[in-house]
């Protein structure tokens, strides 16, 4: 994971770590006053095993002549009670580990470091709360699927196509309610394409929020709004890293392409972005309001053979929903 990070993000990140060690704590101090009342048997032998560590300690530090034999012993005893414990829990009713911290995270127990460098969890977390300052500035709503109206879409077949739209539209959201169900960082790319006002946006936004409540760390934006981000942050104008946060995450949305100026810089970010994580084999979701004929000419073949050829293409048919909503008002 990039150095560069959120100072932020990274303090409520080993926030969060510190909160999980306390409460793992706290709920063995709750198992620790349960056992002594109930099974005091199970308490004595729980302090014998604090008491030989004790031992064991106080016997490294001596450096006694028997010291081996010493260590041996205190080993042994320990390993003796520890398993009459496990059998006496058993014989009340508890699980065997009722008497052992419970951490989130079993690598690092908790503490967000392995042999000194950070553990996954902690830049999982790290992660987590830099996309979740990116999408701050978001200015798209998010939806729930329920909330989509097929009602919005024609019965009747395009004039040019002959698609059914609402047809089209139901397919659709199908296969995006799939997509959310079945879910992962092998999951493909996708690709919006229609005029504006069809619902590109909406099913992305749907899609977004449905995934963030499952816990993955999705970004979401107007891809004009990212490379303003990023533009700033390469000329020193902000302290982010909008390209390696968008790059890390498990699926990256990027709405309505060809909203954005074409610079030399945002074409090599665009591609950049599009590219990597085709390499990096994670997710990305693209919308546009442009034709293909459109999209070529605004771009060079380097964008447009992966949008085309590495994407899974859904297109969009119908009239604007705006000027539906806005004639079923009249």
Do not use: W
């Not at 398993?83 to 008497?99: H, N, Q, R, T, W």
């Not at 972005?273 to 390499?279: A, M, Q, V």
Request: glycine residues 4%.
């Amino acid at each position: 994971m990039n150095n560069n990070i959120s100072p932020s993000a990274f303090t409520k990140a080993v926030s969060e770590i510190e909160n999980r060690r306390s409460k793992a704590f706290q709920t063995l101090e709750l198992h620790k006053a349960e056992i002594s009342k109930k099974a005091p048997e199970i308490d004595s032998l729980y302090n014998r095993i604090l008491q030989t560590s004790i031992e064991l300690s106080k016997a490294i530090i001596s450096r006694s002549e028997n010291i081996g034999k010493i260590i041996d012993e205190l080993k042994n005893k320990n390993l003796e009670n520890q398993l009459l414990i496990k059998v006496m829990l058993k014989e009340f009713g508890y699980p065997e580990d009722y008497l052992k911290a419970k951490y989130t995270c079993p690598i690092c127990n908790d503490s967000g470091y392995v042999n000194g460098s950070r553990c996954d969890c902690l830049n999982e977390l790290i992660k987590k709360y830099t996309i979740d300052e990116l999408n701050k500035s978001c200015k798209i709503e998010l939806h729930d699927f329920d909330e989509f109206n097929l009602n919005l879409y024609s019965k009747l077949p395009d004039d040019k196509s002959g698609i059914i739209p609402r047809e089209r539209m139901n397919e659709i959201l199908v296969q995006c309610r799939n997509y959310v169900d079945t879910f992962s960082k092998d999951s493909c790319s996708l690709f919006f394409l229609g005029k504006t006002g069809l619902g590109k946006t909406f099913i992305s936004s749907m899609i977004a929020k449905s995934l963030i409540e499952k816990g993955f760390n999705v970004v979401f934006d107007s891809i004009n709004n990212f490379l303003i981000k990023a533009e700033n942050d390469h000329f020193g104008r902000s302290n982010g890293n909008t390209v390696d946060t968008i790059l890390n995450a498990d699926l990256v949305i990027l709405d309505d392409l060809g909203s954005e100026f074409s610079t030399p810089f945002n074409n090599s970010t665009l591609y950049n972005i599009i590219n990597t994580r085709i390499n990096m084999e994670v997710p990305t979701i693209v919308s546009t309001n442009l034709s293909l004929s459109e999209l070529n000419e605004k771009y060079d073949d380097r964008i447009i053979s992966r949008l085309t050829g590495m994407f899974t293409p859904y297109r969009f048919f119908g009239t604007d929903i705006r000027q539906v909503k806005r004639r079923m008002m009249d």
